[in-house]
């Protein structure tokens, strides 16, 4: 199934997608390079793009600056690596977390679930390409978390009363790793920006 298809479907019919997406047979490799990574790439890009452009405002200070094109590309990668990285932490979470909610998956399956519900948000990306509409995404991470409330009883095979306990315990942990990745990249883009500004 093509990547538009698979957005598509997540995004607007979930229920019927969520089976169809568990009787598929993938590789962890596969979700990466068909559909994580391009989809992934769709924020950063953008954000990349948008200070071309508009500037970019240091991390935590208000202050804009227009950094050199190879500053903005440091940003880039490091905002898609340490997204790379929070996406394979939080489908092991999601593993880890599952017998404590009478659930089973696998690695692949977990990643399914996150790669999958958060497929709307990354394609969302493109609305930083305006910097006062990227504030929009955050509704667009909440409807994620209903995606990942229908998928886990079929991905995971989640008891029906188990799936709001175990999606608040992973949406907690989630966004204090999230948090941390944010930190570390607003640190990294921070000191870039200064040094920028400065030189």
């Known amino acids: 199934m093509s990547i538009v298809s ?3 479907n997540i995004a607007l019919r979930p229920k019927e997608e969520w089976p169809v997406i ?10 990466y390079t068909g559909f994580i990574v391009p989809l992934l790439l769709i924020g950063p890009l953008c954000s990349f793009l948008s200070a071309l452009v508009f500037g970019q405002r240091i991390p935590f200070t208000g202050v804009a600056v227009r950094p050199a094109a190879g500053t903005l590309i440091a940003m880039l990668v490091v905002s898609f690596v340490l997204g790379l990285i929070a ?7 999601v593993q880890k ?10 690695f692949t399956q977990s990643l399914q679930l996150v790669a999958y ?13 305006i910097p006062f509409l990227g504030v929009l995404t955050i509704f667009v991470a909440l409807y994620g978390l209903y995606l990942a409330y ?5 991905m995971m095979k989640t008891p029906a009363d188990k799936v709001i306990p175990y999606l608040v315990v992973v949406i ?6 999230w ?5 570390v990249s607003g640190a990294i883009i921070g000191a870039s920006l200064m040094v920028s500004s400065i030189s």
């Open 6 to 8: 698979r957005v598509t």
């Open 97 to 106: 977390l599952a017998p404590t909610f009478q659930s089973q998956g696998t």
């Open 150 to 154: 229908l998928g886990l009883p079929v």
């Open 87 to 93: 996406i394979a932490l939080t489908a092991f979470i």
């Open 117 to 129: 519900s958060e497929a709307p948000f990354w394609v969302s990306g493109v609305l930083y390409l």
């Open 179 to 183: 948090f941390l990745v944010a930190a």
């Open 22 to 31: 568990a009787a598929e047979t993938t590789t962890t490799a596969g979700l």
């Open 172 to 177: 907690v942990v989630t966004v204090i790793l």
